[in-house]
């Protein structure tokens, strides 16, 4: 762990739904290009603190700091313009759009040229549309779905759209990717596959990954850091072997009574 | 099926940008595209030019509009008669007040001021969302009427509160035949949608189909919903406010605010239900299908059975139909006849197998 | 006469018709075109930097890849400096690509990605190229060569042409049954014949667009692909990857296509399960328009309405000569294709495959260096 | 000062009306979240069959009658033809479906009934009524003491009877409905018919104020801010909605009216729909819409 | 590929449609825009039935003008403007050859929008008792006749009744008036000449404004009472004239102190307010009911025969009726008049015109068409295109229209340059050069 100062860091975070605690008093750090796994049972409040961090939920109490920037309030515009970008437990896409037009959107905060010059087709307009094309394509060789290139998301099976999803994030080529479930009701071979995607992107470009993931064996191989929650409180925090050693984390999944 | 589209492939990504990919469908477009500009202004009669070619055109233009806001960025209006109405009293004055301002110049002041009102009736969409923003909408509906037939100063005191359409001149010509209002109003529209298309095809029109189909993961992703949906109510009320100004100066000539009213709102709204939602050919297809059905069934009523059906019932069946043609259109092909001509036209691309 | 070798035929062609596209291939998107001038500019940067690495004369650069277009250019750039291209389909079952690859033992290698690169340094390989970036930062292996790299090292003059048209240029391999290890050499000389032999029977022009999804696949394809395109000059276009190539076949139009039976096949098959299903109108309809006979109206209305557009969605619009490599078609099969229009003609040629005992591989192929200097020499 | 509180009163009472119309749509809202724009053709094709059949010698409650059995059968064609094909599509599609039915019932009405103007005399004379003062119309207090029976009747329908409980269990949640084992057609056609009914109810009032005729359908644009203040979901927000909107639309006309010129009827209760939804998106009475990611 | 196929089946239709059969009739045709449906299918089904009907009769008993017999067909417009043009573009080049004599569209709207294409194509448009009021002045609108009374003409008529009942004009001085206008263009026509006469009388005015379509006038009716005027005029059209009947015998206010206009003096307007009708004064061009030898005629020789128009055979001889044949008789005299002139065949639309500038309609004609007392006595000119300008007025006694009052003339001259300023203004930006009448007539 290198000693510089972590890329995101949550201090002290609490939400609550009118009344209904979601997540008590929530610390941790993640450090630039590591792969951070939250794990937990369900209803734990691992979706919300996703939420939190990329400003969909404001918290009750607490800091976000990313990029050694703090805010208490994070909106979801800023985080984006930030650099943070995510995938949903539910999948989000623009079912109406191409699976190129999903992808080109999630680059939207880096086309330099206005509606006017892509109107008329002049000014910035043609040479920013093929650099952005180019990133793009790009991100879809990687994910290999440029068969489906033009094909429109909705019609797509829930595997592809997952890849899509997860195109359309890295596409803002973002500093921290937050992944909700990204392996949910996938089989074997797509879990390794994806898994797969998640190693290469760490490793080519240098993303850091938050993740949020049931499968224990996919967690202990693909992050070197992960955080347990359980009721809304932090009950782990550390490497994949300190984490499956600590008795609060075992009492947590058999459920021993607190 | 009818044409060979192997062989052609882009090299590039401009090439890729085109309208149409294929040099078939690029002669079929311009042979279309003759035939409106050149041969139907020779061979058209006073009757086709006037009550079917002019109305047709200019509420495909409308149905555009109506097509930006609700069918691309997902935000439902029933006030797009109020924004014509708009455009054109905003055309009328600045043809009026400005000596020897040119007609094009006033009509896209026209068009920017009915922007301006889009905009500001544009505003509440930002906090409420679905069918409330009808709210709104209906407001600027009434309130636009209104405020058209109370101040004198919109209709330059005009007794009865009545426009009429100024002499049309366009550099130097006079254009106020048949041909020449219709010609008129077939560049304006050639234009308009030639810009339409290049904004859905570009960024905006990606935020927009983003925002209408799932705003807050728009929102994550960086897109500025305020700034989307603004512009959204502005490019549709610009569009419609050039749509309304040509209504009453190519198309009738004299217009009161009530020739604007709710049922014209519902007309535009159901052009681009049966035409298409979120596809610039659905506007023209709708457009063309709510002026030609009224048309050909009087006409069809007119020669074969004039006798025993009378014209008033004639009026009633037709009501019944468009309503029930709403509903089939809604059950059985949502995205309209856009829809229906694409799904003809890949089950014919791939003809003779079957997918 | 032009000197008889590959990387010769390459220069002659860059001579004589430098602006005429050689290569086509779709990426990301669109189709990126190479002229001949710019492909033997590459190829001959590629052999100074392959001799920089040390290969030379009779050595052997396995090509473990699927088909593309880096895979082409190396090979020639190999036989530019009189080395062997051996490529290696990555498909193959783990232990016999693993028993082949420690069999050749050879030291230059050319692994597309990440797996490959970490099966050929299993095996003994100690100058590898490669060419998809993705998780390289995992071997931080000094003799690891990216292919860009390869293609920009300043051109310092043209390295001389060592290529012989008696030297090996290809060498495929395979594993029998009984874990026998069977090589089968192609000198220069015979392919650029029989590639020479085919243009002239077929009349293949430089204006031909050939088409073919696999390259290295059999010894059909360099026999009836790569020296023809060679000989004759014409544009060799690749797919995007093997999943797209109907969909990029249609977009293109090939005037030649080349493939094996199993392409023939896999093509009858896929039609036949598409067209409309026998029962129904336009089932009946369909049948009645593919059987030969009938009156001229009848065979103009087939024309017209299915054989066509039926070719047009294969991508057959353009074709002038859909060739078949290696063992012919069934009869019914043929009969299917003539039905459409699409007259396939195959060539084949029976392969000599030698068998090599497990040791004796390095030492045979010395020894077919040693007598092609020999008969150089002589 | 009792001028100001005679044009209150007149004002509610006239609000009250709107309620009657508003309390149509609130019921199928509630059961099959439709936002059902034909509400309006219904009261016209309610009024215009009850005043051809009256005129036709059939008695008051015999053409009431007939009237309902015709309003049954309407809304088992509505159900049949239109909401078991669209059933979970998004709300807008219903609403445009609702948009096209009014056309339909619209046509159909004036095809069966032809499109003259029918008087429609319910036996209640209008001579306003001197009550401290202030000048009070009988019809409209008649008027207000049928809808009160009527939110009565409905109060009951939905809170004591076992079809009620079913009703408010499908407005919850259809799809949790279903599972229960409830017929979801069978309620929707229910709902519908009870909405034709409270139709009928409200055709008749409006009829005999108007007398029946095509615009009686235009009622239905006065009943559409009422929901969005009294919100979409709840019978005594359409009341109270309805209050406002009369009550508030009479003021204005009356005191800001001269000011600015007049006729701002038609467009003031919009406006202040409006400011209400800005103030709380979903109208005073309607639950707050949790935004699920 | 779709569309194109739908336009080239539409042309074959319309072509068979247009072309049918071209024998050289010896027929005058009138092109009828009519409303039978929508919210004013009362005064269309009304106004053309009694039309129809006269036309009917005419070819019935007397085999049409000099042996040319009338043809007619309908085109629904249901009172809107775009339809009424695309009517009017289908119908005006006539039908089977016979030529078009002249449109009566019924509608302000569709008389404003058709206005320059009738002066265009020279073919008359008729606005009986309504339309624009500067077009009486016939310099600048030669082909455009607001015949019997315009709108101002109809007001000031109204204001001289007035003064009759106060016992003179000078009695009005002080007395509070207040007009309830319909918010269209019809509606507020008049606005500006009720300023004029209440600064020249000395009455108190004022306008309250009944937004479309006018179900709701409840506030309208507080604000009467708080005024406590001593006449309402009611400028109505369509639904809102029940409404204000009722309304203002829920706010209390006297029926028979209401006056309806030319456009709220129908059966239509006063029977759905039921009782609250009772009173109800309004002027009228011609008496309702059938005790006119024309109308006897008519119902013997056309509707005993079954060839009568109306569908509710109860509405022979109600206002609307009557005055669509008031409409058929001027229309047919014109044609008489220019055939006269012109000979005895099928006549254009500028001949037709001629004959309507010419029509003189005194005692002895009227009795001759058996029309004495349903039409006042009528006098055009080039460029008097009014014609008549005096009204009587009828009171609704629960079941019928009486009539109370003789022939109650508008004031003219005061009117007429009024007029002429407005037609001038109208000349001078259309960049029309007025017709000098003076030589013409």
Sequence with gaps: MTAHAPLLELQHISLSFKGIKAITDISFAVQ????????????????????????????????????????????????????????????????????????????????????????????????????????????????????????????????????????????????????????????????????????????????????????IGVVMNLSGHVVVLDYGKKVGDGTPDEVRHNPEVIAAYLGTKH | MLYRESGQFNTSYRADQRWFRLWQQRWVFATWMILAFVVVPLIGNDYWLNAILIPFLVLSLAGLGLNLLTGYAGQISLGSAAFMAIGAFATYNFQLRIEGMPLLISLFLGGLTAAGAGVVFGLPSLRIKGFYLLVSTLAAQFFVTWIL??????????????????????????????????????????????????????????????????????????IPILQTKLLAFAISSFVLGIAGALWAFAYLGTVEPHGFDLSRSFQILFIIIIGGMGSILGSFLGAAFIVLLPILLSNLSATFLAGWVDPGQLENLQKIIFGALIIFFLIKEPQGLARLLEIVRQRARVWPLRF | MVDNTFPHQLLHQAATQPALVALRHKYLGIWHQQSWRELSDEVGSLARALAELGLGQGDTLVLLTYPRREALLLSMAAQWLGAI?????????????????????????????????????????????????????????????????????????????????????????????????????????????????????????????????????????????????????????????????????????????????????????????????????????????????????????????????????????????????????????????????????????????????????????????????????? | MDFFLEVLTGGLLAGV?????????????????????AQGAMVLFAALTFVSLWEHGIPFWGAFVMTLLSMLALAWGVERVVLRPLVNRPPITLFMATLGLSYVIEGLAQLLWGSQVHGLELGISDEPLEVGGMLVSQFDLFAAGVAGVLVLILSLLFNKTRIGITLRAVADDQLAALAVGIRLERIWMIVWAVAGFVGLVAGLLWGARLGVQFSLSLVVLKALPVLIIGGFTSVGGAIVGGLIIGASEKLAEIYLGPLIGGGIENWFPYVLALLFLLVRPSGIFGERAIERV | ???????????????????????????????????????????????????????????????????????????????????????????????????????????????????????????????????????????????????????????????????????????????????????????????????????????ELTLLEVPHPGNEQQSQWLNIRRIKPDWVILRGWGVMNPVALKTAQKTGFPADHIIGNIWSNSEEDAAPAGAAAKGFISITTHPSGTNFPVLQDIGNTVIKAGKGNLKDSKRFGTVYYNLGVVNGILNVEAVRVAQAKFGKRPLTGEEVRWGFENIRLDDVRLKQLGAYGLVQPLKLSCSDHEGGGAVRFQQWDGKKWQVVSDWVQADRKLLRPIIEESSHQYAKEKGITPRDCAKES
């Design chain 2, 149 to 222: 037939t109370q101040c004198g100063w919109f209709s330059n005191y005009n007794a009865s509160g009545v426009i009429t359409a100024p002499p049309l001149v366009v550099l130097g010509q006079n254009i106020s035949s048949p041909a020449g209002r219709y010609l008129l109003t077939l560049s304006v529209a050639f234009v308009l949608f030639w810009l339409a298309r290049n904004i859905v095809h570009g960024e905006l029109g990606r935020r927009w189909m983003a925002v209408r189909d799932m705003d807050t993961a728009a929102a994550v992703i960086g």
């Design chain 4, 17 to 37: 009306m709107y309620s009657l119309v508003a309390i149509g749509f609130v019921l199928i809202y509630k059961a099959s979240g439709v936002f059902n724009f």
């Design chain 3, 85 to 378: 291209a051996a490529p290696v389909d990555p498909d193959l079952d783990k232990d016999t690509l693993a028993l082949l690859l420690s069999h050749l033992q050879s030291r230059f290698v050319f692994a597309e990605g990440q797996d490959q690169v970490g099966q050929a340094l299993l095996h003994g390989a100690t100058r590898v190229v490669y060419a998809e970036a993705r998780g390289m930062t995992a071997y931080s292996h000094e003799n690891l060569h990216a292919y860009i790299e390869l293609v920009q090292t300043d051109t310092k003059g043209v390295h001389p042409l060592m290529a012989r048209e008696q030297d090996v240029a290809f060498a495929l391999y395979r594993i029998t049954d009984e874990q026998q290890v069977q090589v089968e050499h192609f000198r220069h000389v015979e392919l650029l014949q029989e590639g020479r032999h085919l243009v002239l029977t077929e009349r293949l022009g430089q204006r031909e667009e050939a088409f073919a999804a696999r390259v290295f696949a059999t010894s059909g394809h360099l026999r009836y692909l790569l020296s023809p395109w060679l000989t004759a000059g014409f544009t060799l276009n690749f797919p995007e990857n093997i999943v797209t190539r109907d969909a990029d076949r249609r977009e293109l139009g090939p005037t030649l296509v080349v493939g094996t039976r199993e392409t023939y096949q896999r093509l009858e098959s896929l039609v036949k399960a598409r067209l409309p299903i026998a029962g129904s109108y336009v089932g009946r309809f369909v049948t009645y328009a593919l059987q030969s006979d009938g009156s001229r109206f009848q065979k103009l209305l087939a024309y017209w309405l299915i054989k066509r557009p039926l070719k047009d969605v294969i991508g057959f619009s353009h074709i002038h000569l859909p060739l078949l490599i290696g063992p012919a078609l069934s009869q019914e099969s043929l009969h299917f294709f003539r039905s459409l229009g699409i007259h396939i003609r195959t060539w084949d040629k029976i392969a000599n495959w030698r068998t090599l005992s497990a040791t004796t591989s390095n030492k045979l192929l010395a020894e077919t260096q040693t007598d092609s200097i020999k008969r150089a020499l002589s």
């Design chain 1, 32 to 215: 630039q290009g590591e792969i951070c796994a939250l794990i937990g049972p369900n209803g734990a409040g691992k979706s919300s603190l996703l939420n939190v961090i990329n400003g969909v939920y404001q918290p009750d109490e607490g800091v976000i700091s990313f990029n050694s920037k703090s805010y208490s309030r994070m909106k979801a515009h800023q985080a984006a313009v930030q650099g943070i970008a995510r995938t949903f437990q539910n999948i989000a896409l623009f079912k109406g759009m191409s699976v190129l037009d999903n992808v080109l959107t999630g680059r939207n905060l880096k086309v330099r040229s206005n509606w006017l010059e892509q109107m008329l087709n002049s000014g910035r307009a043609p040479a920013d549309y093929v650099s952005q094309r180019i990133k793009a394509e790009e991100v879809i060789d990687f994910l290999r779905i440029n068969q489906w290139r033009n094909s429109i998301v909705g019609t797509l099976p829930y595997g592809l759209q997952k890849r899509v999803e997860l195109a359309r994030a890295l596409a803002s080529e973002p500093r921290l990717l937050l992944l909700d479930e990204p392996m949910a009701g996938m089989n074997n071979e797509e879990k390794a596959e994806m898994s797969a995607f998640i190693l290469d992107t760490q490793r080519e470009f240098g993303t850091t990954v938050v993740l949020i993931e049931h499968d």
């Design chain 5, 1 to 203: 590929m779709f569309s194109f196929k739908k336009r080239a089946a539409l042309i074959g239709v319309l072509a068979l449609g247009m072309v049918a059969t071209v024998q050289a009739a010896n027929e005058q045709y009138f092109p009828l825009q009519s409303y039978r449906v929508g919210p004013y299918a009362a005064g269309g089904t009304g106004f053309f039935g009694g039309f129809i009907d006269y036309l009917q009769y005419v070819n019935l008993k007397e085999g049409g003008v000099n042996g040319v017999k009338f043809t007619w067909s309908e085109c629904e417009t249901e009172y809107v403007v775009e339809k009424g043009v695309e009517c009017y573009e289908r119908l005006k080049k006539g039908l089977n050859g016979a030529p078009a004599a002249a449109t009566n569209p019924l509608s302000v709207g569709i008389a404003y929008a058709t206005l320059e294409r009738s002066a265009a194509d020279k073919l008359p448009l008729i606005t009986i008792n309504h339309g624009r009021t500067d077009s009486t002045d016939g310099s600048v609108f030669p082909y455009v006749f607001p015949l019997q009374l315009n709108p101002y003409s109809e007001v000031s008529a109204i204001i001289n009744y007035i003064g009759q009942q106060a016992g003179g004009l000078d009695k009005i001085k002080g007395k509070k008036i207040v007009t309830l206008y319909h918010g269209s263009p019809y509606g507020k026509e008049t606005n500006p000449i009720l300023e004029l006469l209440a600064k020249k009388y000395g009455f």
